[in-house]
């Protein structure tokens, strides 16, 4: 089992920045790929950005990419999600996850975080 509790959302004025934090617990953090998804109010969860094993290789969905930066700190047994010029339609729950591959697919991550909130103001 990997324990996912994510941290850093918050309310942010429209053209501000976030940084989320997702830190793992319990099987080693190192062998797992990690994403980010999200899901506003009505919608489904959405891919938004992943990164390898390794840390080498990185996805991101097309309505984050230039915006958005995910990272990863085995050390710290942390996944980050930087973020830049939010917007409101950036307003979700956002989710970490680990998976056993790179992947865009939900079903790929087999462990879910509770969500952090991120509300962008216009």
């Known amino acids: 089992q990997v324990q996912l509790v994510e941290s850093g959302g918050g309310l942010v004025q429209a053209g501000g920045s976030l940084r989320l934090s997702c830190a793992a617990s319990?099987?080693?953090?190192?062998?797992?790929?990690m994403g980010w998804f999200r899901q506003a109010p009505g919608k489904e969860r959405e891919f938004v950005a992943a990164i390898s094993v390794t840390g080498g290789g990185t996805y991101y969905a097309a309505s984050v990419k230039g915006r958005f930066t995910i990272s990863r700190d085995d050390a710290k047994n942390t996944v980050y999600l930087q973020s830049r010029s939010l917007q409101p339609e950036d307003t979700a729950v956002y989710y970490c996850a680990a998976g056993s591959r790179i992947s865009y697919l939900r079903d790929e991550y087999d462990y879910w975080g509770q969500g952090t909130q991120v509300t962008v103001s216009s």
């Open positions: 319990g099987r080693p953090f190192s062998r797992y790929a």
